[in-house]
Every structure is written in structure tokens, then in C-alpha cells.
């Protein structure tokens, strides 16, 4: 009597309980959904150019126009002046065919031609909401790009790298030296000015310079091309009625190879160190300085060199 | 979310391990594991979804074997369900979604209400039970949609040119499989009926394959494209004695 008893006692405690969660379960049936996606089919693409410049800096190369389309569509997209644009995967199969039209100058375009496969995810976010695309797993199947890497494989819209870069092989890289002659000026009030009847260097046989002048305090640069199957360059600065008469630099470089991703190598020549003979048999005192070391089309100097 | 539902489902591990580590002194003075009876059961709440809406059909069962304190419970449910909004006006993205399957699942159950257990081992009290189940669904389902007109962009951007195209996607027989924490309370209403229900943290979904529709509903589980889930079932029991 008394177990039946303390059963009807436990059973009406805990009926509470039951119909309190009869309530609470159906009611966490129900779950708001979010709208908002983040998926998205652009693919982002960048162009980047290679500078080069002490082991490879990459940095965005802005293309004058571009026009994308695609197999399989009539329309295409002027993306205009760029260096980052977007490509629009078919939301209906797993691969896209791109045409990819750059103008080189003016005029003058070329295309490529850049397949990409991927995979795509539907789900129904909520019934309200509807259907989503999800695109992943991007890879290039074909490409006509000199290089072309995968760095985000992810499509989303809040991705903030680019899904591929493209590396137009535009190396910067070059064989000529740039030297800067500067006059030093003097404690004297009076303004100098050296005349300089000849520049020249023995690799190549035309004079680099000639009859120049270079007043005190200013400079002068000179473009010196360097040997591949040498290791140093002698430029000579022959001066006009002036002591001494000629300034004997030696530029001391080394030759290796540069490539980056699937772009060609190319030669980079590298400045290692420079010596200023005033005479035969002495050393200019202060010696030249090496102040960029990489042979690059968009460095203005190399080595300078002060003459007193 | 997925951090909260472990949490909870952590928080209730440990209170359920308490009250089984208090009542260790009486298990071990019982230890008797006899099949006693077989309670068989149909879940409320998915019945009554079946009845309130009329895009859904699901149903669910569940027994189990009680064998003195443990239990050996399986279960096995179906469902149909579809979805559209083509029936609304000014639609922007129309879809057509329908799937149905099927799921089981089995595993042991204990029972934690010590006090009741001593006095009797007859499986006509109430119990508060823990269990584990391994769950195993398969789903068949279809998706119709429309992908947006990018052709003329309406943003100026002109960052597409694909026009609209109506995309199927469908499963077929997809194999789902997940794991269970489940606890709950059966409570004998009259004589050979009860009155139940599972709370339960499912966790570990995986799919059999590689698929492009991730399905909206996996029977027994929940949304498909999370991969936990925390679920709530009432059920209604009667219980078939094998011995007195």
C-alpha cells in the first residue's frame, strides 16, 4: 500500500514535468533561419606582375581593359581598367570555359582561354528563406595564362583573397647598371662646375657619355650595360682640363637565375660591390656605395659614386 | 550553437553520472539482468505534426527490452515531407523541395531512478533513464530550383551573364549515420501504459557520399547541413509483460 502510495505520489509529481516539457518541446521545434548568404559564383582572379626586386615582390598589375566572357553565354562583361576582376561560374554545371580578352597597348588585345572546375552544394536554408548555391573546390583545369595558381579554392563573398592569381610573366629584370657621378661640393664660395668629355666602360665598344658637364652638388646618372660572361664592369670618366683626368670605377656583380610559379627564368644580375680608382695605384676616398643591389627597369640607381 | 548544445548535452552527462554514481552500492546488490518485458511505443510529437500539417507524414517507433536496470532500446521512424513557395506570389527564388526516407537507431539505456529499481525489478515503474544510440538514416530527395537572372545586373556591376536556369538536384538513397546521448523519463500512466520522452544530442552526422544536395530534413536527425542536432520526442508506450 505504501509503494502504491509514493508511485501515485512520484507519477503526479512529475506530470508536471512531462506537460511543462510537452510545451517546451514543441515550442523549440520551430528555428528562425538566416537569410543572409554568403555564398556567391564570382570567382575573383588577380593579375600580378613580378618586379623581381630582392627575390621576387609581386605586386598587382593593372590591366588597361578587359573583357571576360564565357562558353555556353552570350553576354560578356567589360570589366574595364583592372588588376582584380570576376568571373562568374555557371551556376547549372561544374565547370566553366572563360575567354579572357587583355588589351597589351593599343588596339592590341590577346585572350586566353581558362577552364575551371568545380563543386557546388544546394541547400534549402529554411522554407521561408529558400535555396542557396554553395561553390567550392575551385581548380584550374586547362589555362593559357603564362601562370596561374589557385590561392583560395573558396567562393565567398567575404573572401578577402583573391580565388586565383594570374602572373603575367611581366619580368622588369634588366642588364643595364644605373651609376650616379655627383660632384661633391666644396667648402670654398666659389661654384664649380666639371667637364666631362667622355664616359665609356669596356663592355661595348659606343661611349656611354660625352661632353657633358656636371655642376658642384649635382649629379649625373649613366646607364651602364653589363657582360653576361663577366663578372665586373669598368667605366671610365674622362674628365676635360681637370685633375685627375680620369675616374676608374669597378663594379663587381654576379649573374643568377629568377623565376617565379611557371613563368620562365630569367637572368638577374645583382650588384655586389664597387671600387672609384683615381689613379693607377689609389683608392678614392669616400668609395662608392651600392644602393640597389637588383639590375631592375624601375630602379633610377644602383651605385653611386661621389667625385671630389 | 553547436558549442551550447555540447555544453548541454555535457552538463547533463555529468548530472546523469552523479546520480549513477550514488546509486552504485544498490546496482551492485541487485545485479539481475533478466528480460522482463517490452515496451513498445509511438511518438506524439511527430503524430502530431503528420496531423497539423498536411506537406508532412512522419512517424516514429520505439521499443525496448528491459533487462532489470539496463534497457536495450531501437527505434525506427519514417518521414515525407515537401516544400515549395510556388504557391506565393512575386517569388524571387521559386524552389520545389520533397524527400523521404527512413532512420534507425539502437543502443542500451539505464536506468538512473535507483530508488524505484530496488524495490522492484517488474518494469511497471517510472524510470529516468541514459542511453546511447548509433543511428543510421537513408534519405531520397529532389530539389527544383531557379538560379538568378544575372544578365543584366542590377547593381551596374556587370558581374555576371548567366541567365536563369532551372537546376534538378537529387539524392538517392543517400546513407546517413550519426551518434546519440539521449536521456529521458518513462512514467506508467495506467497499468500498462506510459508516458515518455528523449531529449537527445546528436552528434558525428556523416554522409555516405560525396553529394551536391545536402538534404533539408534527414529523418530521425534534423537538418541535414548541421552537423549536431538537439532533439525532443514524447512517446506513448505500452508495455507487453513476459513474466509476472
Given at each position: 500500500?505504501t509503494?502504491?502510495?509514493?508511485?501515485f505520489?512520484y507519477v503526479?509529481?512529475?506530470?508536471?514535468v512531462?506537460?511543462?516539457?510537452?510545451?517546451?518541446g514543441?515550442?523549440?521545434?520551430?528555428?528562425?533561419?538566416?537569410c543572409?548568404?554568403d555564398n556567391?559564383?564570382?570567382?575573383?582572379?588577380?593579375?600580378t606582375?613580378l618586379?623581381?626586386n630582392?627575390?621576387g615582390?609581386a605586386?598587382?598589375?593593372?590591366?588597361?581593359s578587359?573583357?571576360?566572357?564565357?562558353e555556353?553565354?552570350?553576354?560578356?562583361?567589360?570589366?574595364?581598367?583592372?588588376?582584380l576582376?570576376?568571373?562568374?561560374?555557371?551556376?547549372?554545371?561544374?565547370?566553366?570555359?572563360?575567354?579572357?580578352?587583355?588589351?597589351l597597348e593599343e588596339g592590341v588585345?590577346?585572350?586566353?582561354t581558362?577552364?575551371l572546375?568545380y563543386r557546388?552544394e544546394?541547400?534549402?536554408i529554411?522554407?521561408?528563406?529558400g535555396p542557396?548555391?554553395?561553390?567550392?573546390?575551385v581548380?584550374?583545369?586547362?589555362?593559357t595564362f603564362?601562370?596561374?595558381?589557385?590561392?583560395?579554392p573558396?567562393v565567398q563573398q567575404s573572401?578577402?583573397i583573391?580565388n586565383?592569381?594570374?602572373f603575367?610573366?611581366r619580368?622588369?629584370?634588366?642588364?643595364v647598371?644605373?651609376?650616379?657621378?655627383?660632384?661633391?661640393?666644396?667648402?670654398?664660395?666659389i661654384s664649380d662646375?666639371l667637364f666631362?668629355s667622355?664616359?665609356?666602360?669596356?663592355?661595348g665598344?659606343?661611349?656611354?657619355?660625352?661632353d657633358?658637364?656636371i655642376?658642384e652638388g649635382?649629379?649625373i646618372?649613366?646607364?651602364?650595360?653589363?657582360?653576361r660572361?663577366?663578372?665586373q664592369a669598368?667605366?671610365?670618366l674622362?674628365?676635360?682640363?681637370a685633375t685627375?683626368t680620369t675616374?676608374?670605377?669597378?663594379?663587381?656583380?654576379?649573374?643568377?637565375?629568377?623565376?617565379v610559379?611557371?613563368c620562365?627564368?630569367?637572368?638577374?644580375?645583382r650588384?655586389?660591390?664597387?671600387?672609384?680608382w683615381?689613379?693607377?695605384?689609389?683608392?678614392?676616398?669616400?668609395?662608392?656605395?651600392?644602393?640597389?643591389?637588383?639590375f631592375?627597369?624601375?630602379?633610377?640607381?644602383?651605385g653611386?659614386?661621389?667625385?671630389? | 550553437m553547436?558549442k551550447?548544445?555540447f555544453?548541454?548535452?555535457?552538463?547533463?552527462m555529468?548530472?546523469i553520472?552523479?546520480?549513477?554514481?550514488?546509486a552504485?552500492?544498490s546496482?551492485d546488490?541487485?545485479?539481475?539482468?533478466?528480460?522482463?518485458?517490452?515496451?513498445?511505443?509511438?511518438?506524439?510529437?511527430?503524430?502530431?505534426?503528420?496531423l497539423?500539417r498536411?506537406?508532412?507524414?512522419?512517424y516514429?517507433f520505439?521499443?525496448?527490452?528491459?533487462?532489470?536496470?539496463?534497457?536495450l532500446?531501437?527505434?525506427y521512424?519514417?518521414a515525407e515531407?515537401?516544400r515549395?513557395n510556388l504557391?506565393?506570389q512575386?517569388?524571387?527564388n521559386?524552389?520545389?523541395y520533397?524527400?523521404?526516407?527512413?532512420f534507425?537507431?539502437?543502443g542500451?539505456?539505464?536506468?538512473l531512478?535507483?530508488?524505484q529499481?530496488?524495490s522492484?525489478f517488474r518494469?511497471?515503474?517510472?524510470?529516468?533513464?541514459?542511453?546511447?544510440r548509433?543511428?543510421r538514416a537513408?534519405?531520397?530527395?529532389?530539389?527544383?530550383?531557379?538560379?538568378?537572372?544575372?544578365?543584366?545586373?542590377?547593381d551596374?556591376?556587370?558581374?555576371?551573364?548567366?541567365e536563369s536556369q532551372?537546376?534538378?538536384v537529387?539524392?538517392?538513397?543517400l546513407?546517413?549515420i550519426?551518434?546519440?546521448?539521449?536521456a529521458?523519463?518513462?512514467v506508467?500512466?495506467?497499468?500498462?501504459?506510459?508516458?515518455?520522452y528523449n531529449?537527445?544530442?546528436?552528434?558525428?552526422?556523416s554522409?555516405?557520399r560525396?553529394q551536391?544536395l545536402?538534404?533539408y530534413?534527414?529523418?530521425?536527425?534534423g537538418?541535414g547541413?548541421n552537423?549536431?542536432?538537439?532533439?525532443?520526442?514524447?512517446?506513448?508506450f505500452?508495455?507487453?509483460?513476459?513474466?509476472?
Open positions: 500500500m509503494m502504491k502510495h509514493n508511485v505520489l503526479k509529481n512529475h506530470f508536471g512531462l506537460f511543462a516539457l510537452i510545451f517546451f514543441l515550442a523549440a521545434c520551430e528555428e528562425e533561419a538566416n543572409v548568404t556567391t559564383n564570382i570567382v575573383t582572379l588577380q593579375f606582375k618586379l623581381a630582392e627575390g615582390n605586386e598587382e598589375d593593372y590591366q588597361d578587359v573583357i571576360v566572357t564565357a555556353g553565354t552570350i553576354a560578356g562583361i567589360p570589366e574595364g581598367g583592372a588588376s576582376i570576376g568571373l562568374p561560374l555557371d551556376p547549372a554545371n561544374n565547370t566553366t570555359t572563360f575567354y579572357i580578352y587583355r588589351q588585345f590577346t585572350v586566353d581558362l577552364v572546375r557546388r544546394q541547400t534549402l529554411s522554407p521561408e528563406c542557396d548555391q554553395r561553390f567550392f573546390d581548380d584550374t583545369v586547362l589555362s603564362d601562370s596561374i595558381r589557385v590561392r583560395n573558396e573572401g578577402t583573391a586565383l592569381q594570374v603575367t610573366c619580368y622588369e629584370l634588366t642588364n647598371m644605373q651609376l650616379e657621378y655627383t660632384y661633391a661640393a666644396n667648402d670654398d664660395d662646375t666631362v667622355r664616359i665609356y666602360s669596356n663592355i665598344k659606343e661611349d656611354i657619355l660625352l657633358t658637364a655642376a649635382e649629379s646618372t649613366v646607364a651602364v650595360p653589363v657582360a660572361n663577366e663578372n669598368q667605366v671610365f674622362e674628365t676635360a682640363e685627375p675616374y676608374h670605377t669597378r663594379a663587381f656583380y654576379r649573374l643568377d637565375a629568377f623565376q610559379a611557371d620562365l627564368p630569367q637572368d638577374r644580375y650588384l655586389d660591390s664597387m671600387q672609384l683615381v689613379n693607377a695605384d689609389s683608392l678614392a676616398d669616400p668609395a662608392p656605395e651600392v644602393v640597389n643591389t637588383t631592375n627597369i624601375n630602379t633610377t640607381v644602383n653611386e659614386i661621389i667625385i671630389q | 553547436g551550447l548544445l555544453s548541454s548535452g555535457l552538463a547533463w555529468i548530472g553520472s552523479l546520480l549513477h554514481a550514488q552504485m552500492d546496482l546488490a541487485i545485479g539481475k539482468y533478466e528480460p522482463l518485458a517490452l515496451r513498445v511505443g509511438v511518438s506524439i510529437n511527430n503524430a502530431i505534426q503528420t497539423s498536411s506537406d508532412d507524414t512522419q516514429s520505439q521499443a525496448d527490452a528491459v533487462f532489470g536496470r539496463y534497457m532500446a531501437a527505434e521512424g519514417t515531407i515537401s515549395t504557391t506565393q512575386d517569388v524571387t521559386p524552389y520545389r520533397a524527400s523521404q526516407g527512413w534507425f537507431r539502437a542500451p539505456d539505464v536506468n531512478l535507483i530508488n529499481a530496488k522492484s518494469a511497471d515503474a517510472d524510470i529516468i533513464f541514459f542511453g546511447l548509433f543511428a537513408q534519405v531520397t530527395d529532389a530539389m527544383v530550383l531557379q538560379t538568378k537572372d544575372d544578365v543584366f545586373s542590377a551596374g556591376n556587370n558581374n555576371g551573364f548567366w532551372q537546376l534538378r537529387e539524392n538517392n538513397g546513407g546517413v550519426w551518434l546519440e546521448m539521449t529521458g523519463m518513462k506508467q500512466l495506467y497499468r500498462n501504459i506510459f508516458l515518455g531529449l537527445r544530442f546528436k552528434f558525428g552526422r554522409f555516405s560525396n551536391s545536402i538534404p530534413e534527414v529523418p530521425g536527425f537538418k547541413e552537423g549536431e542536432s538537439f532533439g525532443f520526442d514524447y512517446y506513448l505500452y508495455r507487453i509483460p513476459f513474466r509476472k
